[in-house]
């Protein structure tokens, strides 16, 4: 079946640090991919998707490109900030209103 | 105003009571789900309703049973408590049942369940 998994956290990373958080899935075909974002004490909010392979996804300085190749959907920022620390979710959909999440990376920024 | 809210945030109870948990979305969504986060924070859906029926059920014990009075609401009831109910629920909705190019699903903040 299908399955999304993460890289292991937790990160922990100085302001202003690059960032990538590692995604890869297993579907046939072409899901949709998304990256979602727990806050401390919140639920979860989309922060980008992509729909179709070569596909970049991009919001509040993340991105992430949907590689068929690799089947990768890794999550980058180029300079990250204390009120990024959260929890990040990839997840894949087939359209059917249903997400399949990855484990959760937990990211820790330090000033 | 919240978007989704669900009550409460935090339930604390003993192995075999019954609870329920309430959501309400003012989004005006038609789809509405509930997700189970474990104490590893993996999330995974247990069900859906569109419009007042269930669309998704993830082969999740006959204990739970959600109810859907009209398309805002969606509430979780959990008979026979047990140990391993201890966890995270989210409910969430999204406009779109199937998904499609413009899926986004909101979610509420959360109702941490502790069973002792």
């Known amino acids: 079946g299908d399955s999304v998994t993460q890289m292991e956290g937790p990160v922990t990373l100085s302001e202003e640090a690059f960032l990538t958080i590692n995604c890869t899935y297993t579907?046939?075909?072409?899901?949709?991919l998304f990256w979602y974002v727990q806050y401390p004490g919140e639920g979860l909010q989309l922060l980008l998707k992509a729909t179709k392979a070569d596909d970049k996804g991009s919001n509040k300085g993340f991105e992430a490109t949907y590689r068929k190749e690799t089947t990768s959907f890794h999550l980058e920022k180029g300079s990250v900030q204390v009120s990024d620390s959260a929890v990040y979710f990839c997840?894949?959909?087939?359209?059917?209103?249903?997400?399949?999440f990855g484990q959760g990376t937990t990211l820790q920024v330090k000033p | 105003d919240t978007a989704v809210s669900q009550t409460p945030k935090y339930l604390v109870t003993q192995m075999g009571n019954d609870k329920s948990i309430k959501c309400e979305q003012n989004?005006?969504?038609?789809?509405m789900y509930w997700y189970k986060q474990d104490s590893k924070k993996f999330l995974k859906i247990m069900f859906s309703y569109n419009n007042k029926e269930l669309i998704i059920n993830e082969t999740v014990p006959n204990r739970f049973s959600p109810k859907s009075p009209d398309k805002a609401h969606l509430n979780l009831h959990i008979n026979s408590l047990e140990l391993g109910d201890s966890a995270v629920y989210f409910c969430?909705?999204?406009?779109?049942?199937?998904?499609?190019?413009?899926?986004?699903?909101?979610f509420g903040s959360g109702t941490q369940l502790s069973v002792l």
């Open positions: 989004l005006g969504h038609d789809t």
């Open positions: 969430a909705s999204s406009q779109d049942p199937s998904g499609g190019v413009n899926e986004k699903l909101f």
């Open positions: 579907a046939t075909g072409y899901p949709s």
């Open positions: 997840a894949l959909s087939r359209n059917t209103g249903k997400l399949i």
